[in-house]
């Protein structure tokens, strides 16, 4: 052991311990406990949710929930926001992953100004650039389309879809490819019956990660649709007005992929930051 | 396909998605910005920073990221540093620290209304506790610092997550040796964290705060949710310029604007943890 904790006494390494583990679980009830809150008022009727005082359990009814159903164009907002999350994570990942392998297995010249490029986008403030495509897409007849905001979506998604898929390609040796060509393996056949199996996981999950990041855009999809409002931009549009029952059901269906998303994605989250960071 | 051709091939798709829809549609936000009827002008400059709410949102904007940011750092350290001791239940806990990180700022804003509304838990609390007879009414013009704290607390729960990712991948970066060396001298752990792990972590920090600190200067939904008109940002009065009021032209110019600080902050946050030549882990 160290010099130092040789002089510490075991009562106050005990009180140390303590203080830790009282630390870990304060801050855990701190990210807990809000959700908690909002599932409890999610689980509620209308009325208790606009009565006071507040119940802290959940009395589990589904009254706010089915009038969150039943709000006009509340079903439409949410298909919405499915179709162009989806559109978002094909489309990234398909133009995203043949870069993040290109910068894991060559070296070329322009390489450092395309990573420039790639890193560059994050410096920047990206849901304003809704601002001029608004106008751009008025005039290709791409205004109000899932498609089009799917496209601002993957702008969003891309540098995060390059990096991670380069991280994923970097961690599989170049020996396994190479052993492929020698048997026989065209470098197509190699990637698809080699490399691809190995880096599936991963690819799909930097996928759920895409999706996430369309799915919660809220400022891009305020500016670029009107009547194909997905789920943030309908409820940013009437938060003035919906009573509250309608916005913490919202927020709760808002919360719940994520919830998913992040626990299938955990184990890569911290792979895919580790590189994006060099 | 000849291999010297092959990269460009599979570089191609990426490029020129990103000159269509990231640099070419910043060229036309310049462009009106810029640009009217007779050609170059800063008449849409002019008309934004005239506005007598310009000076209260960009005040607003900047008092808000300078609450949450340093707040947020610590927090993030502090936890980063606790998980990377930790033995049992390491993956529960990151689990649960990182939850935010797939939760969207009108999402969050939603949770902290749930809590701070007239009729909400923090109201209902008090009265259980007896602090206050009746239920205050807490996001009010009476009370505009009540809202700044709902506000920051809500960015502060939402978004410290992306910033403990970053920081807890680059921590396992740094080689242990480092720190069973510092043990064999003797040196705290204290000093084991200003020496060994800030120095090192200087990239994962670079990275964290620029993304942290653009994301502070974006703040828009958790906002709407929380403050609506109470609390004015930059974020929120571009968007009333392009709907409310129908003015592109102006809108172009504010984001401009923002655009501005968030490249001044980026470089001064790269300028200041910049890592020194030929130094590496």
């Known amino acids: 052991m160290t010099a130092v904790a040789d002089v510490v006494t075991p009562d106050a390494r005990k009180a140390g311990r303590g203080l830790y583990w009282a630390g870990v679980i304060l801050l855990c009830a701190w990210v807990i406990i809000p959700l908690y809150l909002l599932f409890v008022n999610t689980m509620s009727s209308p009325d208790t949710v606009n009565s006071f005082p507040k119940s802290f359990i959940p009395e589990f009814n589904m009254g706010s929930l089915e009038f969150f159903m039943g709000f006009q164009g509340m079903l439409r907002a949410l298909w919405n926001s499915v179709l162009v999350a989806l559109m978002t994570m094909v489309m990234s990942i398909a133009i995203g992953a043949p870069a993040g392998y290109a910068l894991s297995r060559f070296d070329f010249r322009g390489k450092e100004l395309f990573r420039l490029l790639i890193l560059l986008t994050r410096a920047f403030p990206l849901p304003l650039l809704a601002l001029p495509l608004a106008v751009l897409f008025i005039r290709t007849g791409l205004d109000d389309t899932a498609f089009g905001l799917a496209l601002v979506h993957t702008t969003l998604a891309i540098p995060f879809a390059v990096l991670i898929t380069f991280s994923l390609f970097s961690g599989i040796p170049l020996e396994l490819e190479e052993a492929a060509w020698t048997l026989g393996c065209t470098r197509l056949t190699a990637f698809t019956k080699v490399i691809l199996p190995l880096v599936l996981p991963g690819i799909t999950a930097s996928a759920i990660f895409a999706f996430v990041i369309s799915w919660n855009e809220v400022f891009a999809a305020a500016v670029l649709t009107i009547e194909n409002r997905t789920l943030p931009a309908f409820l940013l549009q009437t938060l003035g007005e919906a009573p509250l029952h309608l916005k913490f059901a919202g927020g709760f269906i808002l919360v719940v992929p994520a919830l998913i998303f992040i626990f299938a994605v955990r184990k890569y989250l911290f792979a895919m930051w580790g590189i994006a960071n060099r | ?281």
């Open chain 2, 1 to 281: 396909m000849e291999a010297r051709l092959l990269p460009y091939f599979l570089i191609l798709p990426v490029t020129l998605f990103l000159c269509l829809f990231f640099l070419y549609p910043f060229a036309l936000v310049a462009q009106q910005a810029f640009g009217t009827e007779n050609g170059f002008s800063l008449d849409n400059f002019r008309e934004v920073v005239t506005y007598w709410k310009f000076p209260i949102s960009m005040k607003n904007t900047f008092l808000l990221a300078a609450a949450v940011v340093p707040i947020q750092l610590a927090l993030s350290l502090l936890m980063a540093t606790m998980v990377t001791k930790m033995q049992k239940g390491r993956d529960l806990v990151l689990y649960i620290w990182t939850i935010p990180l797939g939760i969207s700022d009108l999402a969050a804003g939603i949770i902290w209304l749930a809590i701070f509304e007239q009729s909400g838990f923090l109201n209902s609390m008090m009265v259980g506790l007896g602090v206050t007879e009746q239920p205050m009414s807490l996001l009010s013009y009476q009370t505009p610092w009540v809202v700044f704290l709902a506000i920051m607390l809500a960015e502060i729960w939402r978004a410290t997550a992306i910033m403990l990712v970053i920081l807890v991948a680059g921590i396992g970066l740094i080689p242990k040796e480092y720190y069973e060396a510092a043990d064999v001298f003797g040196a705290s752990r204290w000093k084991q964290f200003t020496r060994i792990t800030l120095p090192l972590l200087r990239p994962s920090l670079q990275t964290a705060l620029v993304l942290r600190v653009i994301l502070a200067f974006e703040v828009f939904a958790v906002v709407a949710a929380l403050g609506g008109t109470i609390f004015p940002v930059l974020m929120g009065e571009i968007y009333a310029y392009q709907f409310d009021l129908q003015n592109g032209g102006a809108a172009a110019a504010l984001a401009i604007i923002v655009l501005i600080i968030s490249i001044v902050f980026t470089l001064i946050i790269i300028r200041a943890l910049r890592v020194p030549k030929g130094a590496t882990i």
